[in-house]
Every structure is written in structure tokens, then in C-alpha cells.
């Protein structure tokens, strides 16, 4: 059983579209996060969401607009898509009850590419 | 503030050791080690809560020294398994504001 998925995993655009990437846990986490991880290989958190509550990365342009339908959702949806956004994205989830932090779970990763 | 790892990269015979460290100028709640091979996702290895902990699994091992603000991933006797980037992911507390990584160290073990 997959914990933490993500569709697509692969998305090559063209540059000034909109995509979305989906995400979905199943461990009954009630925070979830959005990483974004360069060429480099440095991994940054760009949001994370936790009981409706939403915490944005200063440093993450507003063309990037996470969404959560539900607890076990959290979808990003990026506008007018630049060459920079070429990345690797991953979403994350984990257990965050009265205080109790748990282990953080990674999903498989969606790799962008824009032309 | 991005948590400092060192070395950036180490290359080890099979059945060598390996320490892997991660250092923050802020105060920590928690340290998270992570390990990614090359186009995986980072898979949890372990989680060090202040306290000045210590934890172990197989021959993996980590310790957290909260006054120093620093943690220590050990790996003994590696194999060739443990090849891939390790990262340390730091919180200092309050909110669900997700893990601040390092820029991770990469590991080769050769046979």
C-alpha cells in the first residue's frame, strides 16, 4: 500500500502554463508539506498545512498555490510556469496530534520540467 | 536557517565507518535523518528529539547534543546499501512549519 503518492511523475510544459500535482496520503497524517528540491539536490519546504492552516515559505512566489480538499489531500497548483520551476516536488506528510510529532513520510516525487 | 552538513561527500571501502554531521546556529527541537539514492525520494532513517538522545538501528546510529545545537550520524561496518545522499532536516519548534535541510552529504561505498 503506497503511504504518501503523487501524480504525475513525470510533467514536461512549456513555459507561461499551468500545471497542478496531486497528492494523496493514506496514513491518517493531519499535516502535509510541499519540498522542493533543485538541481543541486538542496531540498526546501515551500508550504506546509496543517489543520487548514496554511504556512508559506517566504521565499515561494505566489504563482504557486497549494490546495486541500480534505485531510488527506494537498494539491499544488503552479501558474504561468517559468524555467526555474524546473524541479523535483515532493509532497510529505506526518502525524501532528496534540503536540506529538511524528516521523515525516516523503511521496515518490514529481519531476517538472519546463521548456 | 539551513542546518550545515560535513563533509559534502565521502567515498569509503566496504565494512569502513562513516560519521556524517549537522550543526545549526539556532536552538533545535529536532533532528531528522534522511537518506535519498539517486532518483528516489529521501527515505527516514531515524528522528532525535531534544533531550540529548541517542538512537540506533542495525549499524546505523545518531546523537543529538541540543547544548551544541549539533547532531552526528554513525554508520558502521557500511555496505554497499548505504550509498546515497544523507540529509538532516532540523526544526526548532513551535508551529508545523516543516524541516529545514542541510545540503546533504553524499556517500560512495565502494567494494
Known amino acids: 500500500d503506497t503511504a504518501v503518492s503523487q501524480t504525475p511523475k513525470y510533467l514536461v510544459t512549456q513555459m507561461g502554463n499551468d500545471k497542478s500535482i496531486k497528492c494523496e496520503q493514506n496514513l491518517g497524517h493531519d499535516t502535509m508539506y510541499w519540498y522542493k528540491q533543485d538541481s543541486k539536490k538542496f531540498l526546501k519546504i515551500m508550504f506546509s498545512y496543517n489543520n487548514k492552516e496554511l504556512i508559506i515559505n517566504e521565499t515561494v512566489p505566489n504563482r504557486f498555490s497549494p490546495k486541500s480538499p480534505d485531510k488527506a489531500h494537498l494539491n499544488l497548483h503552479i501558474n504561468s510556469l517559468e524555467l526555474g520551476d524546473s524541479a523535483v516536488y515532493f509532497c510529505?506528510?506526518?502525524?501532528?496530534?496534540?503536540?506529538?510529532?511524528?516521523?515525516?513520510?516523503f511521496g515518490p516525487g514529481t519531476r517538472l520540467l519546463v521548456l | 536557517q539551513q542546518p550545515v552538513q560535513s563533509p559534502q561527500a565521502v567515498i569509503l571501502r566496504e565494512g569502513e565507518d562513516a560519521v556524517i554531521n549537522c550543526s545549526s546556529s539556532?536552538?533545535?527541537?529536532?533532528v531528522h535523518w534522511y537518506r535519498q539514492k539517486h532518483g528516489e525520494a529521501p527515505v527516514f532513517l531515524m528522528i532525535?528529539?531534544?533531550?540529548?538522545e541517542q538512537k540506533g538501528h542495525d549499524k546505523i546510529s545518531a546523537s543529538f547534543n541540543e547544548k551544541k545545537q549539533q547532531s552526528s550520524l554513525y554508520l558502521t561496518a557500511s555496505q554497499l546499501s548505504y550509498s546515497g545522499t544523507y540529509f538532516c532536516?532540523?526544526?526548532?519548534?513551535?508551529?508545523?512549519?516543516?524541516?529545514?535541510f542541510g545540503k546533504g552529504t553524499h556517500l560512495i561505498i565502494q567494494p
Open positions: 510529505a506528510s506526518r502525524p501532528w496530534t496534540s503536540g506529538i510529532r511524528g516521523t515525516q513520510y
Open positions: 532525535l528529539l531534544k533531550g540529548g
Open positions: 532536516g532540523t526544526e526548532k519548534g513551535g508551529g508545523a512549519d516543516g524541516l529545514t
Open positions: 539556532k536552538a533545535l527541537y529536532s
